[in-house]
């Protein structure tokens, strides 16, 4: 190999940033490298293993596949080294030069200077590898792709600054090999103790042997003998194991293995089926959200497995949108080996595990729900927009989804989400048949909406909605447990508890208010599609109601703000004949005055539900007007 074969390559201008970032910050448990760098070779031995199904010509002189710790204390080196699936040289570039590509600028962002929260994230943003510069500074890495030359290889080094050297290199065998080069202040993992005790901690679950060198006690051994190697972990796939033989902090070191997250699962289902399919599932419910929950086309999924031969890290078909946030593994007898994608999406086998693993999650969920309230209220503020998503996608399993919902009521006006619908049912009247709620901006807008005067009044308790998804999660839940979803700010109003006094009464207000009703109507021309008296206001003079059909505020604002196309839509004022302000307006003799004073009551409604004026201006110069006119200035 020639000098002029080496090249020097500079870092994208991110990973530079993220690369200063690492060397110069102290991290609470710098010993998380070890563990990415493990799991990154236990990854690179399954797709191997993957490749050398397929590829049966890959497979030859790899012998066992193992990973390999070694230490030189002397040198102050850490050593890990794989017989996976190894790199080419584009793709040591591609991966090695280039920090979680994408989600490079999310993860900057997410850092906060907060020592156990940013060494979290080291693994969630897919940068595992680069956690090797919280303790070296120096890292070699000599790469080589499975079917490739022994001559065919790649030496990528790094002081982890502004560049990288890469050059070919010579390996008898595939895989990669990563020299630590450690810091001074890092010395403690040039011990043996140390990095077994690190080993046995977090990657003792990875079903691969990860083996060091064993003690020489023959003080005559020559240093030259080759070592003998011993396995430090357990070397089995943990869901392969009987329940009843894996404690909860390996239940829960695998997890941190397979999620890259430091924080242990909100709780787990570890769960072999047989019979018509066989297959083994461990899912486990985070106690955070990942960075990207929100974005719907992000990487999701089960790490998919068929006879113990990983297949993909992804696997999304296995479960719905709306459980996204869970993560775990999935191996399964009844799927082909060869096993793709598009394959997939078209295989029965599938559709079935799909069905049973979603109702084993919601099972899961309810269980936590009934016997820890507190761990899943706080599962439900972290996930529960999201499990909001469900009554629109999985009609199947609406009625369980809608069991796990919480909201905020007015039983006790509190912003918390934390009230079931079971609750609100058990306080219910007896003759009441619907569930009644108000959709806001926010908490505050819709504890206080005026339409909700009436139900104070008569003692029926009101969900609040103020997440921007509630709108879309009510037009399709539509009923539960026999009671329908009513908007308490859509169509003809007629609670329950009516009687035909109340009822006879509106009907004389309606007769008694028509001179009034055409004289606003007048004013207000077309930008109402009705004006009627009301039985949902007791201390406001007025309030908009929606069309019984027609769209609600909260979903068309959603649709403006995303760009989209939304049908015209008047809404209905019903006004409260006998607020002071409406009797104060139909003695108004002067026409101007009247004008001003409806259309103020008019832009007072639209206030009062959350939404914006279209000319707050003409509102504030025809209210300090009329302050100033009755004020006799």
Known sequence: ????????????????????????????????????????????????????????????????????????????????????????????????????????????????????????????????????????????????????????????????????????????????????????????????????????????????????????????????????????????????????????????????????????????????????????????????????????????????????????????????????????????????????????????????????????????LQKMANNEPEQYQAFWSVFGQVLKEGPAEDFTNREKIAKLLRFATTHTDAPEQTVSLDQVIERMSDDQDTLWYVTGETHATAKNSPHLEVFRKKGIEVLLLSDRVDEWLMSHLMEYEGKSFKDVARGDLSLDADNEEEKQALEQAKKDAEPLIERISAVLGDTVAEVRPTMRLTESPACLVVGEHEMGNQMRRILEAAGQEVPDSKPILEINPTHPLIQRLDKEPDEARFADLASVIMDQATLAEGSPLEDPASYVAKLNKLLLELSGD
């Open 1 to 364: 190999m020639t000098a002029a074969a080496k090249e020097t390559m500079g870092f994208q201008t991110e990973a530079k940033k993220l690369l200063h970032l690492m060397i110069h910050s102290l991290y609470s448990n710098r010993e998380i490298f070890l563990r990415e760098l493990i799991s990154n070779a236990s990854d690179a031995i399954d797709k191997h293993r993957f490749a050398a199904v397929k590829d049966a010509a890959l497979a030859e002189g790899v012998g066992e596949y193992r990973i390999r710790v070694s230490i030189d204390g002397d040198n102050n080196t850490v050593t890990i080294d794989d017989n996976g699936i190894g790199m080419s040289r584009d793709e040591v570039i591609e991966n090695l030069g280039t920090i979680a590509k994408s989600g490079t600028s999310a993860f900057l962002e997410q850092l906060s200077g907060d020592d156990r929260k940013d060494s979290q994230l080291i693994g969630q943003f897919g940068v595992g590898f680069y956690s090797s510069f919280i303790v070296a500074d120096r890292v070699e890495v000599i790469t080589r792709r499975a079917g490739s030359a022994v001559d065919d290889a790649t030496r990528w080094e790094s002081a982890g600054e502004a560049e990288f050297d890469i050059e070919p290199s010579q390996r008898a065998e595939p895989g990669t090999t990563i020299i630590l080069h450690l810091k001074e202040d890092a010395k403690e993992f040039a011990n043996d103790w140390r990095v077994r005790s690190v080993i046995k901690k977090y990657s003792d679950h990875i079903a691969v042997p990860v083996m060091m060198p064993k003690a020489a006690n023959d003080e005559d051994k020559s240093a030259d003998d080759e070592p003998e190697w011993e396995a430090i972990n357990e070397a089995k796939a943990l869901w392969t194991r009987s329940r009843s033989d894996v404690s909860d902090e390996e239940y829960k070191g695998f997890y941190q293995h397979i999620s890259h997250d430091m924080e242990a699962p909100l709780t787990w289902s570890h769960n072999r089926v047989e019979g018509k399919l066989e297959y083994t599932s461990l899912l486990y419910v985070p106690a955070k959200a990942p960075f990207d929950l929100w974005n719907r086309e992000g990487a999701r999924g089960l790490k998919l497995y068929v006879q113990r031969t990983f297949i993909m890290d992804d696997a999304e078909q296995f479960l719905p949108l709306y459980l996204r946030f869970i993560k775990g593994v999935l191996d399964s007898n009844d799927l082909p080996l060869n096993v793709s994608r598009e394959i997939l999406q078209q295989n029965a086998s599938v559709d079935s595990m799909k069905s049973a693993l979603t109702k084993r999650v919601l099972d899961m």
